[in-house]
């Protein structure tokens, strides 16, 4: 239990046009709601548990639940996605997550469960995008698990029933290699999904049609790390390793022309594109490619909001910037630190909306994770929170939602249901 104090900090903040951060949640480390206590046990004597290995990393919002996913990067994380209530129940701020949507879905070796979830999305219809990279402990010397990578769709308003499992192909995402880092969606086209795959010999964005149930991917050096950006210092701890492209944003759903906007972790730039190159899976896009100006720092998620402000962290300075796009052309003179808290705001992860207009982002001090230096004594992992009035990328900058995509009944699905209605038939003679 946390106390009403912590629970009301305010991070510093170095503008006052822009509500500050409260911080919501924080943990000194993760633990889940088990089965039993005898599970919970097992786990932690046989190493199925490590709770210095359990950080929190993706965050998405839906009808006061917060989603949240933990990525496997080491041995010992029993759940890679859970759920908890998106505000404190009885003050407590540090909640145990519930494995979403089922513990059955986090068996390790079973490829039809998520083997490592580190981002997903949510529709305005309440269907959960999640990707799965299918392997495990990318920081261990040895990948213990390999499953194919996927996009999975879940419906939130039917407890997370599975919509959609779609493999992607060797030639999209490298079977053991891919790490599939940040996803946006997309209504228009029958539903696109662009997806940063940051595979560090195969850089990319992957290209997903949900109406045409096929995937590509577009390659280009912007995509890369850069040596330049390779190095860097959060609280003195050294990151010393390339980090190909990573956070991604969508401009918003009322822009004609919508741009995907990324940047790799290693690299001071921030580029975009058009969607429509996107999806015409074109070999040479050099010329479509924008680089739209300079971060003071490396970057790792960001987000769009309907009303066009590009949300991004900068990791070395403990800080959040925006960009509003529609009252400034240009990026190098329109960004500006809206939150800056060397102690709170280590490594801002990713970002969301909830339907309220609040902002969230995750904190996670990454730098002791891939460091293996984490301190359980202190406080770790951080949601924070602030008051904007905007939804995300995905809505009219009204607030309304454009009309979504219809998730295509697979066949396997058709037969299923098929099967279930003829036991029912047979099922109501065997009775009468």
Known sequence: MKSLICLLSLL?????????????FQW?????????????????????YIPANNFIAGIK???????????????????????????????????NLEAFPSWAMQKIGDCSAF???????????????????????????ETKTVCPPRLVILDLEKNGEVLKSYEFPQNVARHGFAHLNDIVVDHEDGGMAYISDSDREDPGIIVYS?????????????????????????????????????GIALSPASVKDRQLYYSPLSSFHLY???????KSNMSNIDEYVNELGRKNSQSDGMMMSATGVLYFGLLADDAVSLWDTKTSASFNTGQRVISR??????????????????FYCVTNAMQNILNNRVNASMPNYRVVRAETGMKSYQYFEDGTAPEQPVVPTSCANRISLGVAMALAVLLAVVVQ
């Open 61 to 95: 919002l839906w009808k006061g639940k917060m989603y949240l996913t933990l990525p496997r990067w080491r041995d010992g994380v029993p759940v890679t996605l859970g759920v908890t209530s998106a505000t404190p129940v009885n003050r407590n701020t540090d909640p």
């Open 272 to 278: 975009s594109m058009p969607t429509s190159v996107l």
């Open 115 to 141: 083997q490592f979830v580190q981002s997903m999305e949510i529709d305005p219809v309440g269907r959960m995008w999640v990707i799965d990279s299918g392997r495990i402990s990318h920081l261990s010397v």
């Open 28 to 48: 000194n480390t993760l633990d889940v709601v088990w089965p039993s206590e005898e599970e919970q046990q097992y786990a932690l004597t046989h190493g199925d």
């Open 210 to 246: 949900l109406q045409n149930n096929t995937s590509w991917k577009i390659r280009h050096d912007s995509m890369k790390a850069k040596p330049e950006a390779v190095r860097f210092m959060i609280a003195k701890a050294l990151i010393n390793m390339p980090f190909p492209v990573n």
């Open 12 to 24: 510093v903040v170095t503008t006052v046009s822009h509500k500050p951060f409260q911080v919501i």
């Open 341 to 358: 808290d060397h102690e709170r705001m280590q490594w801002p992860d990713t970002f969301a909306f909830d339907e309220d207009g609040n």
